[in-house]
């Protein structure tokens, strides 16, 4: 392995980031943010999960803790649309709350990014690593989803993370791996409710063609 290399992808990794950070301001919430920080904040103070519990709540958690501790309201007592008119307008800081909510997704992104890294350094060696950070960080879908506090991020990165531990475990079918593939895969049915159809039938896609590869040589 090339340590320049990887250094680049890494530094690759934290340049993203703050180009990232750098649009928290600019643009405005989104339909689906107040969602989702008002049924974190929910849960952080009335112990209550009532705000389209369809979705599964580890991102909400992530997006809504620093907007927690940073004192944003929630209105128990508060028709839903009236919480999630002014759950960003909250104490008159509508922009600090937008970097507070949107600020827990670089956890997702970086998660995202050191799967794809790994996994890519892994199979290819360390420019192979490079160069699929690189594309990975410059797909405009990655960079502006990263960018908001929604679930599709949080989607993303543990369906990169669950398919680079199911990698390791073809590799190695032992039942350390397995039970990382298994921590990884559940991470995913948290991150998003689309994990139970999506990212179910990708192993068990990829597994008979290892193995048809494997016969073949």
Not at 92 to 102: D, F, H, Q, W
Not at 140 to 167: C, N
């Amino acid at each position: 392995m090339n340590r320049k290399t990887d250094a680049a992808a890494l530094a690759l990794i934290a340049l993203t980031m703050l180009r990232i950070a750098s649009t928290w301001t600019i643009f405005s919430a989104t339909v689906d943010e107040p969602m989702h920080i008002s049924a974190g904040l929910e849960i952080y103070t009335q112990h209550k999960y009532t705000y389209q519990p369809e979705n599964p709540p580890l991102p909400r958690l992530v997006h809504a803790l620093a907007p927690w501790i940073a004192g944003m309201d929630f209105d128990s007592g508060a028709p839903i649309h009236v919480q999630l008119q002014r759950v960003f307008v909250s104490d008159g800081r509508y922009l600090t709350n937008l970097v507070l909510a949107r600020a827990g997704n670089l956890l997702f992104f970086l998660v995202a990014c050191l799967a794809v890294w790994l996994w890519a350094r892994r199979e290819l060696g360390s420019a192979g690593g490079l160069v699929a950070t690189f594309f990975f960080t410059m797909q405009p879908m990655i960079v502006g989803h990263a960018g908001v506090a929604t679930h599709d991020m949080a989607a993303t990165a543990a369906t990169a993370l669950s398919l680079f531990a199911f990698s390791r475990w073809m590799d190695d079918p032992s039942v350390r791996r397995a039970t990382a593939f298994g921590a990884a895969f559940g991470l995913a049915m948290l991150a998003t409710v689309a994990a139970s159809t999506s990212r179910c039938p990708t192993p068990c896609s990829v597994r008979p063609s290892a193995s048809a590869s494997a016969s073949s040589s």
